[in-house]
């Protein structure tokens, strides 16, 4: 079996290429992201693997039908990037629905203590020899109030952390966890509460029509002043026109972003020697009391393990059965995962 693999990075290929051997698979590595500028690079393929910033639109879909190209491997969870409705009956889609949640939920927590005990500009000030303590004062975690969007596998780990700190929390999910909410420490209540009540708020919610922006003007409104606000989730979670004047106002105490709604073309790349053209997250990491990382809160040994063997799996499961349990289907469930595997 030939697959196209793009957006390949260097981390990406050895834990890719044991599996592949191991079950006959050959990778040809692009660094091009896929695009309908790319998406000829596919031409004599059984499939792609994509990533969370690979396009994958009608125009991509209906190219790779052309060429018989059959199999799209998302090697990620979220898969707003692909045009499901389109796909369907017409290329079969395959995601990794859980590779490490311990990775993303650990990396949030670190994005949070970083953020609120001045460690990086700790970090920054002893390597001048600087050891003023001066404008670092934190704040116990023990004891304050985080809201968590999205009670999945990332976001119990993240709650399980944060019950270890001694921290309340308040949950929302449009479909919650039976027995997760225990009426006392941890509670499921409605996104106005969470947002007025919480010290700190933390994304771990798939990108939907109904979740694009949930944190937006309105939302910062209610919510208390210098809130704290994580998202390690995808960027578009949060408009960050409206995060940017929260931050301003001094309503939003400090953010922490491992994503960023137009990270696109920024993200996974070194733009050290170039103008940064977009104002908006020019801005963002130029204030004290915001932190961006680059979308790396997947990237741990275990997690590039666990992506790579679940997307070979996936691949040789549907190349011998036609069938796949981590298919994705419009048909079947609004976009979510395929119930029956059969239907096309």
């Known amino acids: ?27 040809k590595y692009f660094e091009t992201k896929l695009n309908e500028d ?97 404008g670092m004062t934190g704040f116990d975690l023990h004891g304050k109030t985080v809201g ?13 952390i944060c019950r270890g700190f001694g921290m309340k929390v308040l949950a929302y999910d449009k479909y919650p966890v039976p027995n997760l909410d225990n009426g006392d420490t941890i509670r499921y209540v409605s996104l106005n509460e969470l947002f007025s009540s919480s010290d700190i708020i933390s994304l771990h919610c798939p990108l939907t029509d109904e979740t694009n922006h949930i944190i937006d003007a309105d939302a910062l409104d209610k919510c208390k002043r210098g809130v704290v606000i994580l998202n390690t989730s995808r960027g578009a979670l ?21 994503v960023y709604e137009e990270e696109s073309d920024l993200f996974f790349e070194d733009n050290s020697g170039h103008i940064l053209e977009d104002d908006t997250l020019a801005r963002l990491i130029s204030m004290p009391n915001v932190i961006v990382t680059s979308h790396q809160a997947f990237l741990t040994e275990e997690a590039l393990e666990n992506i790579a063997e679940t997307t070979v799996n996936n691949l040789v499961v549907f190349a011998e059965t036609n069938q796949c349990p981590n298919e994705l289907c419009y048909r079947c469930s609004g976009a979510e995962d395929c119930k029956t595997g059969k239907c096309f």
């Open 1 to 27: 079996m030939k697959i196209a693999f793009f957006d390949a990075k260097p981390y990406d290929k050895p834990s890719f290429d044991k599996y592949g051997k191991e079950k006959g698979i050959d990778f």
């Open 238 to 258: 949060v408009d960050a026109e409206a995060l940017l004047a929260g931050i301003k106002s001094r309503k939003v105490g400090a953010a922490c972003l491992d």
């Open 148 to 160: 968590v969007i999205g009670t999945g596998r990332i976001g119990q780990v993240f709650i399980n």
């Open 38 to 134: 790319t998406v000829d690079l596919a031409h004599g393929y059984d499939g792609v693997c994509v990533f969370v910033n690979d396009t994958v639109n009608s125009a991509v879909i209906d190219r790779l039908s052309e060429m018989g190209v059959k199999m799209i491997a998302l090697r990620c969870a979220g898969f707003n990037n692909v045009d499901m409705k389109h796909a369907f009956g017409r290329i079969h889609v395959f995601r990794v629905p859980a590779y490490s949640p311990y990775a993303v939920a650990e990396h949030t927590m670190a994005l949070l203590l970083t953020s609120i005990r001045r460690i990086h500009k700790a970090y920054i000030r002893s390597r001048d020899f600087n050891f003023s303590l001066s």
